[in-house]
């Protein structure tokens, strides 16, 4: 009978997995990795679990290097592509750039390229450009994980997430550009919205405090998510949170009988959903429906006591019951 050895690479590649997977502790699984690949070097499937555990420890770029390693051994695996658009899109929504970048980026270039008399001076890449260069990184590996398996529903669902916060970020630029577009209807394109979103990108960056190209851009992108949060939907019709991403889309469109439609389908499906009903709040607040709207915020917060937006909204209920009572009396 075989004895257990448990300093094998065999048995380090199981302590290993688990340390990372079950036991929430990738560096143990690090060690454990680094000693199977001394023993084993053509042990590939440990570079998989290399990215895995750097992605668990938020070292993204590790994690994509890893990733980028195994696929140039194994091209065809699509959960690596789709482990890889994660870690994309996760580094993408770290940036917190604004307005101030954007000018300190033009500002560098045209001091080296003026003041320093430096013809290859370039522009340095904004956190927008830096965020955008990831999420669009992000859309092209979950678009591979659909090629690779076009019956992955969390592939569609990852990939509208990435254009819907993409359209509310650029919506949000527009605003502050402009303060006029905070009233503006989402007017989403009904076609080419892949060509639209180039065309957008190469004109925002030309100029970058165009507010009407960000609010384009954003509508583009949100045409995108609806399509692939539909798809979605059709592959797995119990996805929470492809009706509650589709129901803000609504929402934003202040489409409020759709909204409302997709968030109560949601609670359907997961009573215990504390942002469904957040989100049904949201459209009951919108309308007037006050007492409806307490409701949900009520039950929001029994689910979950730190939603802070519910605690928010129910003030915002009281303290305007409260200037109707003073008006009154």
């Not at 065809?76 to 592509?81: G, I, V």
């Not at 904004?126 to 592939?155: G, H, M, V």
């Not at 929001?300 to 305007?320: F, G, M, P, Q, S």
């Amino acid at each position: 009978m075989d004895r257990f050895q448990p300093n094998s690479a065999e048995s380090l590649y199981k302590r290993g997995t688990i340390s990372t997977y079950r036991l929430g502790l990738p560096d143990d699984g690090l060690e454990d990795y680094e000693i199977v690949i001394t023993l084993n070097p053509d042990a590939v499937e440990v570079i998989y679990h290399y990215g895995n555990a750097y992605a668990r420890k938020h070292t993204y770029q590790e994690a994509i290097d890893y990733y980028d390693q195994y696929l140039a051994v194994r091209p065809h695996e699509d959960k690596t592509y789709y482990k890889r658009g994660l870690v994309y899109y996760e580094r993408a929504q770290e940036v917190d750039y604004n307005q101030t970048d954007i000018y300190y980026s033009q500002g560098h270039f045209y001091f080296r390229k003026v003041e320093l008399d430096d013809p290859d001076a370039e522009p340095k890449p904004t956190e927008y450009e830096r965020s955008n260069a990831d999420y669009e990184q992000a859309w092209q590996d979950f678009s591979k994980t659909i090629e690779a398996n076009p019956t992955c529903a969390l592939a569609y669902l990852d990939r509208a997430n990435i254009r819907s916060e993409q359209a509310l970020r650029d919506y949000t630029q527009a605003v502050a550009l402009n303060a006029d577009y905070s009233n503006t209807y989402f007017n989403l394109a009904k076609a080419y919205a892949e060509h639209a979103i180039q065309e957008y990108t190469r004109a925002i960056a030309a100029n970058p405090h165009d507010a009407e190209l960000f609010l384009n851009l954003a509508n583009a992108y949100y045409e995108q998510a609806f399509a692939d949060y539909n798809q979605a939907i059709t592959l797995d019709a119990n996805l929470v949170e492809a009706y509650i991403k589709r129901g803000n889309i609504y929402f934003n469109q202040r489409n409020y009988a759709k909204a409302h439609d997709d968030y109560r389908k949601a609670i359907d499906i997961d009573p215990e959903n504390p942002v469904a009903y957040l989100s049904s709040g949201r459209v009951y607040h919108e309308q007037r429906q006050l007492e409806l709207a307490l409701v949900d915020y009520d039950t929001a917060l029994e689910l979950d006591e730190t939603l802070a937006e519910a605690y928010y909204n129910r003030a915002y209920i009281y303290d305007d019951r409260e200037d109707v009572y003073f008006i009154l009396t």
